[in-house]
């Protein structure tokens, strides 16, 4: 089974072919991914436009290159997958239709993927997991803990009832005067920072209610810096460190809460593991803060390699891959529209964006 997938959903055009025999493990045949960091640093986050415009002129070539990387032609792919939602809705239009023409002219079954769900489902592609583990995805756009039970069956345990971390990372760039993609800058800065310095809060650290808040952090950021402004170098590292290690923290907070819930739901689960993945996976601070914890509380750490933890098309070919095996290629793709706003867990109640558009999570 091979499955071409694309990936359009924010600032990076992407497509992969991923292989599955049935006997051996899955394998990547090629992952083609272009990124328009450069396209957007001058504005300090994603312009919708301008991304999907970059979508638009970069995605033929890119496809091609992933076929080319694969040793396959198109006759050999056995479906298309195509991210649809969520993310933005311009990217998503260029990404979806180029793949409903390919899958039209190529007579090939089109299956459209949650980009959520494409992150939920890695690790099954580099470390071969079983059903059922918990996930925290932290991007730009999520922050979320979900018990991932089987393929199409997930559920939301914990979400932000604000920010979405990398967006708490980015603002943080931004107001210290740190370059686009705030994130990778601000573990930069941090590096060679006094994290004791500030006595920045822990967001929900404690609280009853599971989910996740980064504005109050952000809000003491920036009180913090105008305070002492005008910054030397050393007050941004300063600043930089004491947020890495409040998010770290906090986030080490919620996530033990959710290791017990889930040993308490899945008592005969004899190997259980947390799976992290989304950009801000990266960061080293949180990923030894989330490595200390499961070692802890017994529990399997697994990060996907970080080409794979951000956006990319492995992840969503593989998605298609797993959809087609379970007999669950889900709604005709043919017509299927682009969602802006699509939760991975259809059940839960939305705590952000829940307006007319739907629920951003």
């Avoid at 496809?63 to 396959?72: G, N, V």
């Avoid at 933890?309 to 793709?333: F, H, P, Q, S």
Wanted: charged share 20%; net charge negative; proline share 5%.
């Amino acid at each position: 089974m091979r499955v071409l997938g694309i990936e359009t959903s924010c600032d990076e055009t992407a497509a992969s072919v991923v292989a599955l025999d049935g006997v051996s493990a899955p394998e990547i045949l090629s992952n083609v991914v272009l990124s328009q960091i450069e396209e957007h640093a001058a504005f300090g986050g994603v312009v919708p436009e301008i991304a999907a415009r970059a979508h638009v002129e970069a995605l033929d070539g890119i496809i091609e290159a992933a076929l080319a990387d694969s040793d396959a032609s198109l006759d050999q792919v056995d479906a298309i997958a195509a991210t649809a939602g969520p993310g933005l809705v311009g990217g998503l239009i260029v990404g979806l239709m180029t793949a409903k023409a390919i899958a039209a002219a190529a007579d090939k079954p089109l299956i459209a993927i949650n980009h959520l769900e494409g992150h939920a489902l890695t690790a099954r592609l580099t470390d071969g997991l079983d059903f059922p583990y918990l996930l925290l995805l932290v991007s730009g756009g999520h922050t979320q803990i979900v018990a991932v039970r089987g393929v199409g069956d997930y559920q939301r345990w914990a979400t932000t009832i604000d920010d979405a971390l990398g967006e708490a990372f980015d603002k943080t760039a931004k107001m210290l005067g740190l370059p686009y993609p705030g994130g990778p800058n601000v573990e930069k800065a941090a590096a060679s920072g006094d994290a004791s310095r500030f006595a920045f809060p822990r967001p929900m650290k404690g609280s009853a209610q599971p989910d996740f808040s980064f504005s109050g952090l952000k809000t003491a950021v920036r009180q913090a810096a105008s305070a002492i402004a005008p910054l030397s170098d050393q007050d941004v590292a300063d600043i930089c460190a004491s947020f890495q290690a409040a998010v770290a923290d906090a986030l080490g907070d919620r996530v033990a809460r959710a290791l017990a819930r889930f040993r308490k739901e899945f008592p005969d689960k004899t190997n259980p593991a947390l799976v992290v993945a989304g950009g801000v996976a990266a960061n080293r601070t949180i990923k030894a803060t989330l490595e200390a914890l499961c070692f802890e509380a017994g529990f399997a750490f697994v990060a996907p390699p970080q080409k794979l933890c951000t956006d990319n098309a492995a992840m969503i070919a593989w998605a298609g891959i797993e959809r087609l095996r379970a007999g669950m290629a889900g709604v005709n793709a043919a017509d299927f529209a682009p969602r802006s706003r699509w939760p991975l867990d259809s059940v839960s109640a939305p705590l952000v964006g829940s307006g007319r558009r739907g629920a951003k999570a």
